[in-house]
């Protein structure tokens, strides 16, 4: 796959790069939602778009859609509108008759965008206090994982839940699973150890298949990529 030189918009910036992969932040609230953006769309995303409720979620995915499709377009040298997506059995979108692969995620006003030539998930959050931690972490979290958060300081516990969730979901969206593979997952979790897959229950061979890297690309805010292939590493712009 080619190096593109991509025009980046003020509210957006590289953040890693893994060879040729890379991955974009974009700040949603301050992009373009305008008709600019809305004519990037698909008439399905424009119609999505319309179904919103609440305006500040509407614009941020039209903004987002439109990031998205003109940072495709600008690597393949094509018009943002003229891309076409297809998606596979949970959801996972692909870009119809080429092979380059992509993820994106966002979290309220961010979004992380992954693009390689193997596939990648990414997965992005906002670090906030949950009353239910613990109840959510026995339905999503593995026996392993659940010891290793209760090991971790109390003042460092959501950074934990989040690195762990972030790192589960980048994996699954990689492969193109749905969340109901979560709690059969263990990932190193623990403030100050690198992000890892331990164990995927019943598919030993996933270990060597997949590269995890946890990327700090907003204060307050926890993600992660997952990239196939063993021995990736992102290098932080």
Same mark, same amino acid.
């Given at each position: 796959?080619?190096?593109?030189?991509?025009?980046?918009?003020?509210? *957006? /910036?590289?953040?890693?790069?893994?060879?040729? !992969?890379?991955?974009?932040?974009?700040? &949603?609230?301050?992009?373009?939602? %305008?008709?600019?953006?809305?004519?990037?769309?698909?008439?399905?995303? +424009?119609?999505?778009? %319309?179904? @919103?409720?609440?305006?500040?979620?509407?614009? /941020? @995915?039209?903004?987002?859609?439109?990031?998205?499709?003109?940072?495709?377009?600008?690597?393949?040298?094509?018009?943002?509108?003229?891309? /076409? @997506?297809?998606?596979?059995?949970?959801?996972?979108? *692909?870009?119809?008759?080429?092979?380059?692969?992509?993820?994106?995620?966002?979290?309220?006003?961010?979004?992380?965008? %992954?693009?390689?030539?193997?596939?990648i998930?990414?997965?992005?959050? /906002? =670090?906030?206090?949950?009353?239910?931690?613990?109840?959510?972490?026995?339905?999503?979290?593995?026996?392993?994982?659940?010891?290793? &958060?209760? +090991?971790?300081?109390?003042g460092?516990?959501?950074?934990? @839940?989040?690195? %762990?969730?972030? +790192?589960?979901?980048?994996?699954?969206?990689?492969?193109g699973?749905?969340?109901?593979?979560?709690?059969?997952?263990?990932?190193?979790?623990?403030?100050?150890? #690198?992000? +890892?897959?331990?164990?995927?229950?019943?598919?030993?061979?996933?270990?060597?298949?997949?590269?995890? =890297? !946890?990327?700090?690309?907003? #204060?307050?805010? !926890?993600?992660?990529?997952?990239?196939?292939?063993?021995?990736?590493?992102?290098?932080?712009?």
């Amino acid at each position: 796959m080619s190096t593109v030189e991509l025009v980046v918009p003020s509210w *957006s /910036r590289l953040v890693a790069t893994s060879g040729d !992969a890379a991955v974009w932040l974009a700040d &949603l609230d301050a992009a373009d939602a %305008g008709e600019e953006a809305l004519a990037a769309l698909s008439d399905d995303e +424009r119609a999505r778009a %319309g179904r @919103f409720v609440f305006d500040v979620h509407r614009r /941020r @995915f039209i903004a987002c859609r439109a990031w998205l499709r003109g940072q495709l377009g600008e690597r393949l040298g094509r018009a943002a509108h003229d891309l /076409r @997506f297809e998606y596979g059995p949970l959801g996972k979108p *692909s870009l119809a008759g080429n092979p380059l692969r992509f993820n994106v995620s966002h979290s309220d006003r961010y979004a992380l965008l %992954g693009v390689a030539d193997a596939e990648i998930g990414i997965d992005i959050e /906002r =670090q906030r206090p949950l009353s239910d931690m613990d109840a959510l972490a026995e339905r999503v979290f593995s026996v392993g994982e659940r010891d290793a &958060l209760a +090991r971790v300081a109390a003042g460092q516990k959501e950074e934990a @839940f989040f690195a %762990g969730w972030t +790192r589960k979901e980048a994996y699954i969206k990689a492969r193109g699973d749905g969340i109901g593979l979560l709690g059969a997952i263990e990932v190193v979790l623990a403030p100050g150890e #690198p992000a +890892r897959l331990i164990a995927v229950d019943g598919q030993p061979a996933e270990l060597e298949r997949w590269s995890i =890297q !946890a990327l700090s690309a907003v #204060p307050g805010f !926890a993600a992660a990529v997952c990239l196939e292939g063993q021995g990736r590493h992102w290098t932080s712009v």
